[in-house]
Every structure is written in structure tokens, then in C-alpha cells.
């Protein structure tokens, strides 16, 4: 008897968990949209634009500093999905999002849905997403 209460304490849970991590997801979105577009209006306001890309990237790159590192951003259920987020970085996540960022304000684009189509470029073999083989696996 006390068996079948914990498994169903338990299925309660992993249902509580996979519904909050699901609606969490929603929200990494619209927090890593508003931290790209301060960053933005960050380097518009300051000029940072007319740097040289090397020195852009290295201004955008200070203002990402104290982003907590997150192993495993880009790891996921289901079908891979380009996954973009700005409140964890790990170092390939990072350089990623500086050089996207940089090179977007340079050709003049900005946005969320802007820097995750560029990382798509980067990212993914050929620029296309197409499956977790298409990946590119740094060493």
C-alpha cells in the first residue's frame, strides 16, 4: 500500500516538473529576448557599432560577463531545436551568441528571432537544422 503512494506521489511530481520546465521554457524565450535587445540598444547608445567586429564582440562580450555558466543548453527532449538562451552560457554558447549578436549589429538586423536564425547558421551543418547529426560538435 505504501508502495503504490509513493509512485503516485512520484508521477504526480515528474507531471509538476515537466509542466513547470515546459512552461519555464516560454519564459528563458522572452527573458533572453529583452537581455538581447538591452544589449542592442546597449551598443547602438554607445556607438559600439562603428568598432571593428573584433572589438564589438570584445565590448558585447564584458556585458555577458557574470552570465552564470550552464553546462548542457543545448540538450533537450524531443527533436533538436535551436536552443538560444541568455540567462546560462557555457563557452561555445557564449562565443555563439557574441559573434551573432556582433555581426547582426554590424548588418544592421536585430531581435531574438534574428540571432537564433544566425546561430542556426553557425551552429548547424551548412546552415541547416536538420536533426542532432547536423549539429556542429566542437572539440
Known amino acids: 500500500m505504501i ?3 509513493v509512485v503516485g506521489v512520484m508521477v504526480v511530481a515528474v507531471a509538476v516538473v515537466s509542466v513547470y520546465a515546459l512552461s519555464q521554457q516560454g519564459s528563458t524565450d522572452a527573458a533572453s529576448a ?11 547608445d554607445s556607438s559600439w ?8 564582440m570584445t565590448r558585447l562580450g564584458r556585458e555577458l560577463l557574470g552570465t ?5 543548453t543545448l540538450e533537450g527532449d524531443g527533436p ?3 536552443r538560444v538562451r541568455l540567462d546560462g ?4 554558447t557564449f562565443f555563439e ?6 555581426r547582426n549589429l554590424k ?14 547558421r553557425t551552429r548547424y551543418r551548412a546552415g541547416r537544422l536538420d536533426g542532432y547529426t547536423s549539429r556542429l560538435h566542437y572539440t
Open 89 to 92: 552560457l557555457d563557452c561555445v
Open 3 to 5: 508502495r503504490r503512494g
Open 107 to 120: 548588418l544592421g538586423m536585430s531581435g531574438y528571432e534574428r540571432l537564433r536564425d544566425s546561430i542556426v
Open 49 to 56: 557599432v562603428r568598432l571593428p567586429l573584433g572589438s564589438l
Open 97 to 102: 551568441t557574441v559573434l551573432n549578436l556582433a
Open 34 to 44: 529583452g537581455r538581447v535587445e538591452r544589449l542592442e540598444a546597449a551598443a547602438r
Open 80 to 82: 533538436e531545436v535551436c
Open 68 to 72: 552564470p555558466y550552464v553546462g548542457g
